[in-house]
């Protein structure tokens, strides 16, 4: 496509729900990231998968968070038992080579009550 | 490891004032620099890049940056601020060493430009 697709946009959920978030990134991009963006806080590393390398998943806060990206495309994260504090937002980027970049998508909101 | 500290959570200026976002890194090696911008409402976009080559960078908007290595720095800066300009803004540095695939981004600095 011609930019990197996120859904939902917005998304709330009850604590203890299971949650999946979308990104569908430019096509030929060989580097998938995920982000977290807290209210006033700057960006914090969640995954990246770098074309068929085994996903570097050092920034996962812990271990109700998953992410997978099915055939070097779309990438699903996936937050189990959600709690209040995994509200924010989430940003998925891609890259064709790290000389150029990211390509952020709009991001999923997604608000835990 | 990399760290990346952007001096001011917030910025304010005059319209037509000089912009000056101040961003310094840590690393090893000198990484791959990056400023994102990010209006309201909106997911971040590229501003600018250092990855060789020469020091000062040009990005859209009028906007450069300068590789500093003495003072690992590579702050961002723009003439003359325009309202428009009012945004946050993350310096970002990602590890040479490692590809430069993975990107470690500052707490970001939030730009106000006044009337």
């Known amino acids: 496509g011609a930019g990197v697709s996120q859904s939902p946009s917005n998304k709330v959920t009850e604590k203890g729900k299971d949650v999946e978030l979308r990104c569908d990134p430019i096509s030929g991009h060989t ?11 700057g960006l914090e590393f969640l995954i990246y998968f770098q074309g068929n390398s085994a996903p570097d998943k050092s920034g996962l ?14 990438s699903t994260l996936t937050i189990q038992r959600t709690q209040q504090e995994d509200s924010a ?25 | 490891a990399q760290s990346v500290t952007q001096l001011g959570s917030h910025v304010s200026v005059s319209e037509g004032a000089l912009v000056l976002l ?5 690393s090893s090696v000198p990484p791959y620099l990056f400023w994102y911008v990010q209006y309201p409402n909106q997911g971040l976009q590229l501003l600018l ?12 908007n009028g906007f450069e940056a300068e590789f500093k290595k003495s003072e690992t720095s590579f ?3 723009k003439p003359s601020a325009h309202m428009s300009d009012a945004a ?28």
């Not at chain 2, 890049?49 to 859209?60: F, H, N, P, R, S």
């Open chain 1, 31 to 41: 580097a998938l990231y995920w982000y977290r963006q807290s209210l006033g806080q």
């Open chain 2, 75 to 77: 702050h961002l800066t």
């Open chain 1, 61 to 74: 806060p812990s271990d109700r968070f998953s992410a997978e990206r099915t055939g070097g495309s779309v």
């Open chain 1, 89 to 113: 937002v989430y940003l998925c980027a891609s890259s064709l080579d790290s000389h150029y970049g990211y390509t952020f998508g709009s991001g999923t909101r997604l608000t835990v009550v």
């Open chain 2, 22 to 26: 101040r961003c310094n890194y840590s």
């Open chain 2, 49 to 60: 890049k250092y990855t060789t080559g020469a020091t000062l960078v040009k990005g859209i």
């Open chain 2, 88 to 115: 946050e803004y993350f310096c970002a540095v990602s590890d040479r060493d490692t590809g430069g695939f993975k990107t470690i981004f500052g707490a970001g600095t939030r730009l106000f430009v006044k009337a």
